[in-house]
């Protein structure tokens, strides 16, 4: 099968999907990418205590970020769906003696999102939704 033509959408299917991680780590360490995620965090607004998701989290550099942010009474899942990266994440996050705020999950956006968000910790689970019926 030929390569996907954008290889972000297809980094498993890549002949040296290793490289993406490689790259990725590099990439979150360049000066010009610290400064553009210390904007974005802080337009985020992120708290400590905060429960976060990323999507498209690739080897968690964003996500590490998050982790310290959200500090040890928080939690953070990446959603990612290449498995080489997921493997390199959680890696990184142990030898970083982040995994106990920060886990990674195997999905995509839209349709696999749903099966790859943890279910809530406590508390029941909410009620379905039904379908909206004409007013009155
Ligand atoms: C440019 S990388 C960004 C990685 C990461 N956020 C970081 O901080 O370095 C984009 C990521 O989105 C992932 N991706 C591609 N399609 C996706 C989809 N449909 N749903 C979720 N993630 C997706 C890719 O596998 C890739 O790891």
């Known amino acids: 099968m030929p390569a996907h033509a954008d290889p972000y959408l ?5 002949p040296d999907p290793e490289q993406y991680a490689a790259f990725l780590e590099a990439r979150g360490r360049t000066p010009g ?4 995620r210390r904007r974005f965090l802080r337009f985020c607004r992120i708290r400590p205590g905060g429960d976060v998701l990323e999507v498209g989290a690739g080897t968690g550099v964003l996500a590490r970020d998050l982790a310290r942010l959200v500090g040890r009474r928080g939690h953070v899942t990446g959603v990612e769906p290449s498995r080489v990266l997921v493997t390199a ?20 956006a839209l349709h696999r999102i749903r ?8 508390g ?5 939704p039904r379908p909206r019926r004409g007013r009155g």
């Open 10 to 14: 297809a980094i498993d299917r890549q």
């Open 33 to 36: 990418q610290l400064r553009l």
């Open 89 to 108: 994440a959680r890696r990184i996050a142990r030898e970083q003696g982040l995994d106990g705020r920060v886990e990674f999950r195997v999905g995509g």
């Open 115 to 122: 099966a790859a968000i943890p279910a809530p910790s406590t």
């Open 124 to 128: 029941s689970a909410p009620p379905s």
